[in-house]
């Protein structure tokens, strides 16, 4: 029998990867932790529904564009098992009118070693987002002997998992960033509550953004859970809507990362990265004004590149300013046409999960 699950970092050499489908996606409904990163002025606020069928379709086409590309490199790609999403849910704590969609999986998956653990996510469309991911989970626990199939603790997400009254559509930009800055998220903390793509991992040392999906209690937990790993929580004080490390604080080889120019550390959290010698440059401007129509995501996502070794990374095929960008920096760049999937919830990095990587768990930080 095979190994199959192995990864610890996001530069080491991908051999295996997971990319999403956006086949059903919905646009969920409402809920109480959701407006709060729906920019005032998008165009999704106050929608929700099946999404249309020819952008479900064009999504599918740029996946596809991603799986071609890293399969001509080599890579086994691995597809999810997408469930009808325009289902009502409910359980012992809550209803919800429909789920979402299975992109992207990187916030619902998160591989340490040779683990793969579904995540405790703050949306309630969420919450059975990860049956798509069962199929695959079902193969490696077949196929690899050492393959850790796990599950975090279900959060219950019972209105006691939010602040209500949180948003308020009059509050200004300034406002949210005072928010940021005070650390103050729309989630409480009587859980702990995590997307897998607030976690950074970097071999011995996992870094998780605090923000409106991932709480201090989820820090918590990680750090009982991997008593060997050091965990680090990471603020970005200059992110009014803060979800997810991979469009603000990107590792592309060890010793360099890339940061979004407005989302810088907080006091402080610089400090581990300077003191061993790594260099942190600010990311280039994305090529775009708006993210294209009914996106969540940010213009940002420029950035959320895969790399597929030290010296191989793939950029969105419009984001030219980070492809240049990523060439002075010494990386050979693959451009993939994926823009029209960033709808779905994100970009290169964001729609794929890691299966495997060549390498193993190195100190970056001794
Ligand atoms: N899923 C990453 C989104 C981050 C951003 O909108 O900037």
């Known amino acids: 029998m095979a190994k199959i699950v192995n990864s610890w970092n996001d530069w080491d050499p991908l051999k295996?990867?997971?990319?999403?489908?956006?086949?059903?996606?919905?646009?969920?409904?409402?809920?109480?932790?959701?407006?709060?990163?729906?920019?005032?002025?998008?165009?999704?606020r106050g929608m929700w529904g099946l999404r249309p069928l020819r952008t479900v379709e064009r999504g599918n086409e740029c996946l596809e564009n991603l799986v071609k590309a890293v399969e001509e490199r080599g890579v086994v790609v691995d597809r999810p098992t997408p469930l009808q999403w325009n289902?009502?849910?409910?359980?012992?704590?809550?209803?919800?009118?429909?789920?979402?969609?299975?992109?992207?999986?990187?916030?619902?998956?998160?591989?340490?070693?040779?683990?793969?653990?579904?995540?405790?996510?703050s949306f309630r469309c969420r919450y059975f987002e990860y049956l798509a991911y069962w199929p695959l989970m079902k193969q490696y626990f077949d196929e690899d002997p050492e393959f850790l199939w796990t599950q975090a603790p279900r959060p219950r997400l019972t209105d006691a998992s939010y602040k209500h009254n949180y948003y308020d559509e009059k509050i200004t930009l300034e406002e949210r960033l005072v928010r940021t800055a005070n650390k103050d998220f729309v989630t409480t903390e009587v859980e702990p509550m995590w997307d897998a793509a607030d976690l950074m991992r970097m071999g011995k040392d996992i870094f998780i953004q605090h923000g409106?999906?991932?709480?201090?209690?989820?820090?918590?937990?990680?750090?009982?859970?991997?008593?060997?790993?050091?965990?680090?929580?990471?603020?970005?004080?200059?992110?009014?809507?803060?979800?997810?490390?991979?469009?603000?604080?990107?590792?592309?080889?060890?010793?360099?990362?890339?940061?979004?120019?407005?989302?810088?550390?907080?006091?402080?959290?610089?400090?581990?990265?300077?003191a061993n010698d790594w260099q942190i440059v600010d990311a280039a401007q994305p090529a775009h004004d708006e993210p294209p129509a009914l996106c969540y995501s940010s213009v940002w996502l420029s950035m959320n590149c895969l790399v597929l070794d030290p010296s191989t990374v793939i950029v969105e095929a419009s984001e030219?300013?980070?492809?240049?960008?990523?060439?002075?920096?010494?990386?050979?760049?693959?451009?993939?046409?994926?823009?029209?999937?960033?709808?779905?919830?994100?970009?290169?990095?964001?729609?794929?999960?890691?299966?495997?990587?060549?390498?193993?768990?190195?100190?970056?930080?001794?």
């Open 320 to 366: 030219v300013n980070q492809q240049e960008q990523m060439d002075q920096l010494g990386m050979n760049v693959i451009p993939v046409d994926l823009r029209d999937a960033y709808p779905f919830g994100g970009g290169l990095h964001c729609s794929t999960a890691d299966v495997y990587r060549e390498g193993e768990c190195l100190d970056y930080f001794p």
């Open 212 to 274: 409106l999906t991932t709480n201090r209690t989820a820090m918590e937990w990680f750090q009982r859970y991997y008593p060997e790993y050091r965990i680090h929580a990471m603020n970005f004080p200059g992110d009014p809507y803060p979800i997810h490390i991979d469009a603000t604080f990107v590792p592309l080889r060890p010793g360099l990362i890339i940061n979004n120019p407005h989302r810088h550390p907080a006091e402080g959290q610089r400090d581990i990265f300077e």
């Open 87 to 121: 289902q009502a849910i409910g359980t012992p704590d809550f209803r919800n009118d429909s789920m979402m969609t299975c992109m992207p999986p990187r916030d619902i998956l998160l591989t340490v070693g040779n683990e793969i653990m579904a995540s405790a996510n």
């Open 16 to 44: 295996r990867v997971i990319v999403g489908r956006c086949d059903n996606s919905m646009i969920p409904p409402e809920e109480p932790a959701t407006s709060e990163k729906v920019p005032v002025d998008s165009e999704m």
